[in-house]
Structures are given as structure tokens and as C-alpha cells.
């Protein structure tokens, strides 16, 4: 079959590369004039490596696993809320792998042949009919596809073209800072993996090894309703927002030059698609289901789609391409819309204040080691 992938981040790689294996004929678009993806680092969840295994690109991520041994939420100065035995989670599901964006989408990438991608092509429409789907791009023809896989992202124009009544995303009314260091000695091995939450001004602080010698960091904070900042801007307000945190916290933030730090203003879907498949077309990734980062599940989640859509297209003929994407939809739909919604209820909670945090941390330390490392590994199951 002619295959079409439109959108060349993680998930969409992997989604190429896995149906490009199948023998299929895979077209993938990219409007930007290369492969490559810019960023800090990320990490990939047990779930998400298992679905890299399916694909066969987990050996290269494989070699980035995060050992950890006590991980969870902790208060503004480092004190525990919610410890969970991360050894016990690993032992019992897998390991995460946390490991720099950019090395992420080599790897993913390397199996693809060249002769299948086509940069600097923006899709800006689908028109589907009877016999296949025709890629527009600058309001021309430039393939007739079998099967159109829309990657686009967290701004897909697809989604929008597929469901033109859905409000599409929302503001969390947060931002995100996020940067990448050589690791400093003497870092405490409780802050790794841990997650900083403070009860006055709702802010949230996170630091994950990446290798041996790097650190990945982000902050999460309120963004009141301002234009969202420049790095350097940013850099300063968390400086100052945090200035009574744990002390290697302003120390990490300080350490990254401005010009590393990147800046984003949170969004999510408003509301969870009514369906992920479309006659020919699936959406995937981001593009059916952007979700706060609050679960690190966003790229895991985009892999999971990837390697359902591989195994759903496996033997397909260009007849049966919409009703095997629709058992793709009941297959992906609730799993991801699940973690979605659970993400968000993790947002709500990491950024109470006032007495509703009071009351928050007092029950989070009340939950037991042992549950919240059974919640953990659920979550990390696929």
C-alpha cells in the first residue's frame, strides 16, 4: 500500500519506520527543511519502550535506562510527600529511559531510507474520496495515498480538517522551563527522579539524570495570565520564585545558561476526540491526544500508537485500510484518552495552593509507600 505519514517528530519516525518494514510503501512529510528535533531531554516509560520493542528500535534507548531507587513528590525543600519504591516498580514492568531529545530522533530515524522522506512539504489539507486520499501540499497534489497516518502535532491542522466541531486545545494558563547541564557533584540521589511541589505559589520544580553525566530539569509554574516571557525573563521570575527552595534548585537553574532554556506555555486538548480514525485517515501522537506533561507520557504514548498502527496495517490491503484503523481507535482511543484525563487531574493536584495544598500534603504523606508504587507501576504497564 501507499502509505502517507505526515509529521516527522518521534512518534511519526517511529510510525514510518515500523510500516516501512512491513513492506509497505511509506511516504513521510516534513515541512521543515531536515530531520531533526530540538530539545531537552525525555524520558520514555516502561510502556513506551515495549512499544520501541515492537517496532525494533529499543536497543539504542535501552542503553539510556534510569536507575533509580526512591522516587515521588516532595515539598518545596526537598522534604517527602508521596515516596514511591521506583526498584520495586522497575522490577515488576520495566525500567524508564531518560535520554536527550535529539539523540532520541537519530536513533529513531537511522532504519529510515532517505529516498522516503520529503522535506519542506507543509500538508495543509487531506482530500479523501473512494479510491485512496490525495496530499495537498501549497495547494497542489503531491501524493495519492492508501493510508494517511497525520503525526502533526499539538497543533495539528489534520485534527482540525477531521473534526472541524472540536474545540481543540486549551491553555493550561502554566509554563514550562525546561534545560539540560553537566551533572554538579554532590547532587542529593533522593532529588533524582523526584518531583518539587510548593503549597504557596503552586509552582513544581523536577531533575532526572540523563547518562552518567547530565542532568535534565523543568519547572512548572503560573503563568497569571501574562504574555508568556523570553528564556532570559523566565530564567530571572524562577530564580526568584524559587529563591527558598531547596538549595540545588536555584543552583541548577543558575548553572544553565539562558540560551539552553526553553520556554513553553502548557496546552492540552479541551476535550478527548470522538475518535482517532477517520475513513483512511488515523491521527497519532500528539495530534489525537496532546496531554500536559505531568505523567511523562506524551512520547510514550505516541510510540504505543505507532506500534498499534504497525500491527493493525500488518497484511492490509488498500480495502481493508478503514476498518482496520478503526480497530486501531478501539484499541489506542481509551488508553490514551485515560492517561490524558489522568494527567490532568495530576496538573490540578501538583498545583493547589493555599489551604486545598495544606490539605493535599497532609493526605500524600498518609498514602503508603507501597500504594503509591502499586499506582506507579500501573501506570508504567501498557
Not at 530522533?105 to 485512496?132: C, F, I, K, N, Q
Not at 540545588?248 to 543558575?254: C, K
Request: charged share 20%; glycine share 10%; net charge neutral.
Amino acid at each position: 500500500m501507499r502509505i502517507a505519514v505526515v509529521g516527522a517528530g518521534l512518534g511519526g519516525v517511529a510510525a514510518a519506520v515500523g510500516l516501512h518494514r512491513l513492506g509497505q510503501e511509506v511516504t513521510l512529510f516534513e515541512r521543515g527543511a531536515e530531520l531533526r528535533e530540538a530539545g531537552t531531554g525525555i524520558v520514555v516509560m516502561p510502556n513506551g519502550l515495549r512499544a520501541l520493542e515492537v517496532l525494533g528500535l529499543a536497543d539504542d534507548v535501552r542503553g539510556h535506562v534510569m536507575g533509580a531507587t526512591r522516587a515521588g513528590l516532595r515539598d518545596w525543600r526537598g522534604r517527602p510527600l508521596l515516596v514511591t519504591d521506583a526498584v520495586r516498580a522497575q522490577q515488576e514492568v520495566g525500567t524508564p529511559a531518560m535520554i536527550e531529545r535529539a539523540e532520541l530522533h537519530r536513533a529513531l530515524r537511522a532504519p529510515l531510507p532517505s529516498g522516503l522522506v520529503r522535506t519542506m512539504t507543509l500538508v495543509e489539507r487531506l482530500e479523501p474520496d473512494s479510491t485512496g486520499v490525495t496530499v495537498i501540499s501549497d495547494g497542489s497534489p503531491v501524493m495519492k495515498a492508501d493510508a494517511v497516518i497525520a503525526a502533526d502535532g499539538i497543533g495539528s491542522k489534520l485534527r482540525g480538517q477531521l473534526f472541524p466541531g472540536h474545540p481543540g486545545l486549551r491553555r493550561t494558563g502554566r509554563l514550562d522551563l525546561r534545560g539540560m547541564l553537566p551533572r554538579p557533584p554532590g547532587v542529593a540521589p533522593e532529588l533524582l527522579a523526584s518531583q518539587l511541589v510548593d503549597r504557596r505559589s503552586g509552582a513544581m520544580f523536577g531533575l532526572f539524570p540523563v547518562g552518567e553525566d547530565r542532568l535534565y530539569w523543568f519547572t512548572d509554574s503560573l503563568l497569571n495570565g501574562t504574555p508568556p516571557p523570553g528564556a532570559s525573563e523566565a530564567r530571572g521570575q524562577m530564580l526568584s520564585l524559587m529563591a527558598d527552595w531547596h538549595p540545588l534548585v536555584t543552583a541548577v537553574i543558575e548553572a544553565t545558561p539562558s540560551a539552553d532554556i526553553y520556554v513553553d506555555p502548557i496546552a492540552c486538548l479541551a476535550e478527548p476526540l470522538p475518535s482517532y480514525a477517520a475513513d483512511r485517515i488515523a491521527l497519532l501522537g500528539d495530534a489525537a491526544h496532546a496531554m500536559s506533561p505531568d505523567l511523562g507520557q506524551g512520547a510514550s504514548q505516541a510510540f504505543e500508537d505507532a506500534a498499534a498502527l504497525t500491527r493493525h496495517l500488518t497484511g492490509a490491503e488498500a480495502a481493508d485500510v478503514a476498518q482496520r484503523l478503526l480497530r486501531y481507535d478501539a484499541e489506542r482511543r481509551p488508553r490514551a484518552n485515560g492517561i490524558m484525563r489522568a494527567a490532568s487531574r495530576q496538573s490540578r493536584l501538583t498545583s493547589q495552593t493555599g489551604a486545598a495544598a495544606w490539605l493535599r500534603d497532609a493526605l500524600l504523606r498518609a498514602v503508603p509507600s507501597r500504594l503509591a508504587t502499586r499506582q506507579l507501576a500501573a501506570l508504567w504497564r501498557a
